[in-house]
């Protein structure tokens, strides 16, 4: 009854995100929300997204699964390879086979993100029940499993509980079970630790390290805590405004940050051992991105920001293999 | 449970000796003398006085009504001064009509109106949606004799599909039935609309649609079930309303219900069928309001009374 995936080689590429445009209609006019992101993740691989609030992660998470929220939302243009098909061009119905069996999406606040009015059991056993059409009995028993596997505490009496009778820490892990249910080559976790407390937040990152491990599946992990994502990452996309703006391996990332945004970043992460009076926040406040203009969005908080930074917007240049930022200042070869 | 709805009884029970005694002072402020209403104005001077005497009507207020209140704990709402039968026999013999009319507008605007609003919902800002909206907005703001004479002119007179008065078969309930729902159809659709499309806003509708389930589940088994309880009590305020407003539909078309019987007997000044009749709507809109508590509180368990241990 259950249906084996096909079944591929280690080192492929799983997903191939190309030029991804994503636009919601409001009154005021039209917002390029994801503007031309690209991302690149092989089987097995963690990626992480990382950027302030309202630069476009989110949804970027969604529109990989189309989920862009109706009726003013839409994927303009773009790509989104998934084990080589187009995600962009399929049909509804074959996304909604695809959804939570292939790739499945953990969201930001495990206390909204899960129905208050059904148990738990079901919520975790219903899209196994709707894939792998399991009975509903079969269904109760995965969930079990599966919150045995997340580390919650005589899991035959949670599955009857509804979310309100949870703590956050474990709602989350009811999300991370429920997403893991069908075995999604692709999971996407949307800042699924930010809304909890600091120990339950390392718990959970430490649940999702060795969930990684022994499940094998990969990750995009979104978070606008560099700290999360250095710890959890192997490959790490810096966004602004909509756009990547700088996109490397993790320890090439730290080493050798490049782009003034990401350098910003790191002076805002505390650290344990690094005395400093307070936190150095990058100046200003994220664009409105209604009125971004024609230059770099960062030129208005950049503190190397020159004249033509304002007027022409900087192209994605590879500084060195695997590498790539997108400032005028390396981009003086061109 | 069993506790949480004894509990309500007795409050449901407290609630209704307060009408009582709201509809019963309330009568007494109200201009006009029965016994002169009911002798005529030829009537002599101790005739009145004699028939004040055999009503009970020369007794202070309070005695009054600590009689009426007594009585009516028995089971005795008196006797009707047009009539002189007992008043729970006017209102057995009416009430069955105006349940009748009443179920059947809310079964209508029901059927139709969750639905609707749920498909607006769905497609707001459609074509649909729109035409909709402003349907609802005329539908709120008809006055219902308007619409019932509208209605029987085109659908009894113009067409003569339907008889346009009295109480008979199906036939005779569609006319009354469509007047008294539009006002509710229109109020559920709104009430329906709104709430779904809150519900949709919510990140676990996203969540599920995330999780591969079939939009059709989305929407009526996630969605639904959680915009369901302002729903469900809108539709029992508007029950009660329905009862209450049965008065003029049954007077426009002739339908024998209770309502026609309350706005005979204010003509008459015949307050005992007055205090009856309002006493058996209020005790229905009472149980609506139970009724509907119990049901939410199955749709949503966090609702549900807190049990003890
Ligand atoms: N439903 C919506 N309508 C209009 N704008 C939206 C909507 N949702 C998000 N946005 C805008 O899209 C941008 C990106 O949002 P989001 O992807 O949620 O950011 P992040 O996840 O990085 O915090 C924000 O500027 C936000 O204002
Ligand atoms: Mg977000």
């Known amino acids: 009854m259950y249906v084996e995936k096909p079944q591929h080689n280690e080192n492929d590429t799983l997903l191939c995100v190309r030029n991804l445009k994503t636009h919601i209609r409001s009154d005021a006019g039209e917002i390029r929300v994801v503007d031309g992101v690209d991302l690149q993740m092989k089987r097995g691989e963690t990626v992480g997204i990382v950027g302030e609030s309202g630069c476009g992660k989110s949804m970027t998470g969604l529109s990989i699964l189309r989920l862009v929220p109706g009726p003013h939302g839409r994927i303009v243009s773009g790509e989104i390879l998934f084990n080589g098909q187009d995600l962009a061009s399929l049909d509804e119905k074959e996304m909604v086979r695809l959804r939570g069996n292939e790739i499945a999406m953990v969201f930001q606040d495990p206390m909204t993100s899960l129905d208050p009015l059904f148990a738990v059991g079901d919520q975790i056993g219903e899209s196994m029940r709707f894939h792998q059409k399991l009975s509903r009995k079969e269904a109760r028993n995965r969930a079990i499993e599966l919150l045995k596997l997340v580390g919650v505490p005589s899991p035959e009496l949670r599955i009857k509980d509804r979310p309100d009778q949870l703590s956050g820490g474990l709602r989350q892990r009811v999300m991370l079970a429920s997403a893991l249910s069908c075995k999604p080559s692709l999971v996407i976790a949307d800042e699924p630790t930010t809304a909890l407390d600091v120990t339950i937040q390392a718990q959970i990152l430490e649940l999702i390290k060795q969930l990684r491990e022994e499940t094998g599946t990969s990750f995009i992990l979104i978070s606008h805590d560099l700290g999360v994502i250095a710890e959890n990452c192997q490959h790490v996309s810096v966004m602004y405004a909509g756009k990547i703006v700088e996109s490397a391996d993790v320890r090439e990332l730290f080493d050798n940050p490049l782009h003034p945004y990401t350098t910003g970043l790191m002076e805002s992460i505390p650290r344990i051992g690094v005395r400093k009076d307070r936190l150095e926040a990058i100046p200003g406040i994220v664009p409105n991105p209604l009125d971004l203009g024609e230059g770099c969005a960062f030129s208005p908080r950049c503190s190397c920001s020159e004249e033509h930074c304002e007027q022409k917007a900087p192209p994605l240049v590879e500084v060195c293999p695997g590498h790539e930022v997108r400032c005028w200042k390396y981009c003086n070869h061109l | ?309």
């Open chain 2, 1 to 309: 449970m069993k506790e949480f709805i004894i509990k309500r009884l007795v409050v449901c029970l407290a609630l209704l000796v307060f009408t009582s005694g709201i509809t019963f002072f309330l009568l007494e402020l109200a201009p006009g003398d029965p016994a002169l209403m009911m002798l005529g104005q030829d009537a002599t001077q101790e005739g009145l006085t004699a028939l004040r005497r055999e009503m009970g009507l020369d007794q202070p207020l309070l005695s009054r009504y600590a009689t009426f209140l007594g009585d009516l704990f028995q089971g005795d709402m008196g006797v009707s001064y047009q009539t002189h039968r007992p008043v729970s026999q006017e209102i057995a013999a009416t009430f069955p009509a105006t349940l009748e009319l009443s179920v059947a507008s809310m079964v209508i605007a029901i059927i139709i109106g969750v639905p609707v609003g749920i498909t607006c919902a769905i497609r707001q800002y459609s074509l649909t949606d729109r035409v909709v909206r402003f349907a609802v907005l005329i539908a709120v703001s008809l006055p219902v004799f308007w619409l019932g004479l509208m209605i029987i002119y085109l659908f009894s007179i113009v067409l003569g599909w339907f008889p346009s008065f009295g109480r008979g078969g199906l036939r005779h309930l569609v006319l009354p039935a469509v007047t008294m729902s539009c006002y509710s159809l229109a109020i559920i659709v709104r009430m329906t609309r709104s709430s779904m499309l809150e519900v949709l806003r919510c990140d676990y509708i996203t969540a599920t649609r995330a999780k591969g389930i079939h939009e059709f589940y989305v929407i009526y088994k996630h969605a639904l079930r959680n915009a369901l309880v302002p729903v469900i009590t809108i539709i029992g305020l508007q029950f009660g309303v329905l009862l209450g407003g049965a008065v003029i539909t049954e007077t426009i078309f002739a339908w024998p219900g209770l309502g026609r019987l309350m706005v005979q007997a204010i003509f008459a000044r015949d307050y005992p069928i007055i205090r009856g009749g309002v006493l058996m709507i209020s005790a229905c809109s009472i149980l609506i309001t139970l009724f509907v508590d119990i049901i939410c509180s199955y749709i949503n368990p966090s609702l549900k009374p807190v049990e003890k241990s």
